[in-house]
């Protein structure tokens, strides 16, 4: 088995990333994490990274004038590191579309809301008022619009009459890092295809492209 070579892009403190370097760790995964990048200098994710045996950079944006000259930058470090798959995990920046547009169904997102409920952020208090009784994660291919693009996998999990916006937001990252090993593998394994902008799943069981997080 050819195992896929991934880059995570972070901002942050990194836990999603340490879920997939940690998946990637198991024989028979079908990607393996070869390259961490931030666009933050201190990230706490990239000492994480480097203690895992990661290479881990950065590429801070206030260094480049404009954002398509902060993307050339990342795209030769993906390019040296001969990269197959990009994986977002708390990457705070918007991409342009050229960039999303080179890298088509080769970059993943994860966000902590049920897509396409409450893009964008703040979207545990916004769920909360929402009154939604469930709430969750969505990993998808990225486009051009913030929180969009073809849904590989997505994580449930309920909302309590007690939450507050930290107790959701903790129970759904606990679902974010199940979702993404998940979503990762069936797109490094080739099982997760685009067709019509939804993705379809090859030999799918339930269980492998829908979660419910027994957790709590
Ligand atoms: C996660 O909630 C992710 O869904 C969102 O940003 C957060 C990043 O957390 N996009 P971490 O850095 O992976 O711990």
Redesign the pocket.
């Known amino acids: 088995m050819t195992r896929k070579r991934v880059a995570i892009l972070?901002?942050?403190?990194?836990?999603?990333?340490?879920?997939l370097i940690e998946a990637a760790r198991a024989p028979g995964y079908p990607a393996e994490i070869v390259l961490v990048i931030s666009n933050v200098p201190d990230?706490?994710?990239l000492d994480d990274a480097r203690a895992e045996g990661v290479a881990a950079t950065v590429i801070d944006h206030r260094d480049f004038a404009d954002r398509p000259s902060f993307e050339n930058a990342i795209e030769t470090q993906l390019r040296t590191a001969k990269i197959d798959l990009v994986c977002?995990?708390?990457?705070?920046r918007l991409l342009t579309a050229e960039f999303v547009g080179a890298w088509r169904d080769r970059i993943l997102?994860?966000?902590?809301s049920l897509l396409p409920a409450f893009r964008g952020l703040d979207?545990h208090a916004r769920a909360l008022a929402a009154g939604v009784r469930f709430s969750g994660?969505t990993v998808h291919f990225v486009r051009a619009e913030m929180d969009a693009g073809p849904i590989i996998a997505q994580a449930v999990v309920p909302v309590r009459p007690d939450d507050d916006a930290a107790r959701l937001?903790a129970r759904?990252?606990s679902a974010?890092h199940q979702a993404y090993r998940t979503a990762l593998a069936l797109v490094a394994s080739g099982r997760a295809q685009v067709e019509a902008e939804r993705v379809i799943v090859a030999d799918a069981v339930w269980p492998q492209s829908i979660l419910l997080n027994p957790a709590e």
């Not at 972070?10 to 879920?19: F, V």
């Not at 977002?88 to 705070?92: C, K, V, Y």
């Not at 997102?109 to 902590?112: A, K, L, Y």
């Open positions: 972070i901002s942050g403190r990194g836990s999603n990333m340490r879920a990230a706490a994710g977002l995990a708390g990457f705070m997102n994860i966000h902590p979207t994660c937001a759904v990252l974010e």
